[in-house]
Nanobody
Framework: QVQLVESGGGLVQAGGSLRLSCAAS????????MGWYRQAPGKQRELVAAITSGGRTNYADSVKGRFTISRDNAKSTVYLQMNSLKPEDTAVYYCNAFAIAGWGAQGSYWGQGTQVTVSS
């Protein structure tokens, strides 16, 4: 079983920073992509940032220049450094991994989400 555990969410003032972490565990033989999605109340889930095992990254236009995604492949962990936070960044942030399970199957796995709230 593949499990993703997020941490680092919380309440911050506008202009502040947070760092989210997501650690993958369980029966994993490889991870192609890890990323962060977010969903605000009444809004569609959207991709925030993603990173491949080789280090290629992709960001939503709304966070470019403010957020940085990174990974530690040895620890199967992905980070999202969020700077210059805005109230519109308020959402539940979900970690996602497209991974190869120990039994060989490929699939997409989700964390339970962590709340990020940015006050104005």
């Amino acid at each position: 079983q593949v499990q993703l555990v997020e941490s680092g969410g919380g309440l911050v003032q506008a202009g502040g920073s947070l760092r989210l972490s997501c650690a993958a565990s369980g029966s994993i033989s490889g991870i192609h992509v890890m990323g962060w999605y977010r969903q605000a109340p009444g809004k569609q889930r959207e991709l925030v940032a993603a990173i491949t095992s080789g280090g290629r990254t992709n960001y939503a236009d709304s966070v470019k220049g403010r957020f940085t995604i990174s990974r530690d492949n040895a620890k199967s962990t992905v980070y999202l450094q969020m700077n210059s936070l805005k109230p519109e960044d308020t959402a539940v942030y979900y970690c996602n991994a497209f991974a190869i399970a120990g039994w060989g199957a490929q699939g997409s796995y989700w964390g339970q989400g962590t709340q990020v709230t940015v006050s104005s």
